[in-house]
């Protein structure tokens, strides 16, 4: 199942379809592919990549969150997990300049903001009043799976308008997923979304994994997620592990068995830099893709790589470790090994902790340093 994610990436880098793009938000170039889909048998092994360690730990803690409807990073932070740091300070920096928290809001990515980046984070670890105030994503993943907006009609004496009362719970759309499917098994409309029009605007960040389809037949579950935002080299590999843990979760709610995880993508890609950087792989894409697509999984790789290193201009400053085809190029020319097994305790969705996650047989090749493009 590894592989799959090692063919997909290939792909992504000599597919005829492939093309650069400029990312006008993040300033980053990206070598992008839309539209893929993957199938992982989660009866064959639990899908986490070995062609580079990942943290298991942090996909528990991140989906633990998630399936709570939490959407405030303190949980996050104290537990050991960054990866929405840089969403929530952004997220809450204009608010927070505005109320003398900051001097002023700085220029993303610049040494101030940086500082600044690990007060907050330090500040949020410590300070449960301020985490409480300025920790919020907004209505993200959580917030939608567990506590979708729902309105009531509510009596105003002497309003001739109709009103509407916002319900604090709103709608748990896992626990009536779930229910539904008790009761009727083999229907096809289960779908679970984290993308409301109506509140996208107020989230830290859009959400990438958009919507998931749920299947059930003679006592096996399926789960299709479609995904419209792929960061191939540091967030898939991570939604692949989380969505299977989410499959396995739900499965174990049902007493059926966790079969089928359907990976569904929209644009995927890997980020190639900023500036001059950006600009080589724009202007030898062709060659890049020429190379890559007469390569063997693994054993032509390091040539590639040797070439790419060798043409490439440096990063620019404060655009480090943002070029991520150098780290797929050395993670293809790394062989998988054998698939770990995890184990989640049956209990309810919504009290599991990380003591209930247990990973065996995971040997990994080595970590591969990158930094996120946001």
Sequence with gaps: MVKQYLVHSKAILSSEFSEYKDNKRTGIGHISLFGYQNRYDLRGGFPLLTTKKIRMESIAHELIWFLRGE???????????????????????????????????????????????????????????????????????????????????????????????????????????????????????????????????????????????????????????????????????????????????????????????????????FYCGAGERAFWYKNNLGELKRRVGNANIYEDYPEILNWVEKGVPPELKGKELQDHVTAILKQLSREPRSLPTLKISDKPYNELTIDDFTLKGYDPHPFIKRAMAV
């Design 71 to 269: 959407t405030n990073i303190k949980y996050l932070i104290d537990n050991g997990v960054p990866i929405w740091n840089d969403n929530a300070f952004d997220h809450n920096l204009e608010a927070m300049t505005n109320a003398g928290v900051f001097s002023s809001a700085f220029k993303k990515h610049s040494p101030e903001w940086f500082a600044a980046k690990e007060e907050y984070i330090q500040r949020i670890r410590e300070d449960s009043e301020f985490a409480n105030k300025w920790g919020d994503l907004g209505p993200v993943y959580g917030s939608q799976w567990v506590h979708w907006p729902k309105f009531t009609q509510i009596e105003a004496e002497g309003e001739k308008r109709i009103l509407y009362e916002r319900d604090q719970n709103g709608i748990n759309q896992i626990a009536i997923t779930l229910d539904a499917i008790r009761k009727n098994p083999t229907a096809k409309r289960y779908v679970i979304s984290a993308w409301n029009p109506n509140e996208v605007g107020d989230m830290a960040l859009p959400p990438c994994h958009t919507l998931f389809h749920i299947v059930t037949n003679e006592g096996n579950l399926d789960l299709q997620l479609y995904q419209r935002s792929c960061d191939m080299f540091l967030g898939v590999p991570f939604n692949i592990a989380s969505y299977a843990m989410l499959t396995t979760i739900l499965a174990q709610q049902l007493d059926m068995t966790p079969r089928h995880f359907i990976h569904t993508f929209g644009d995927v890609h």
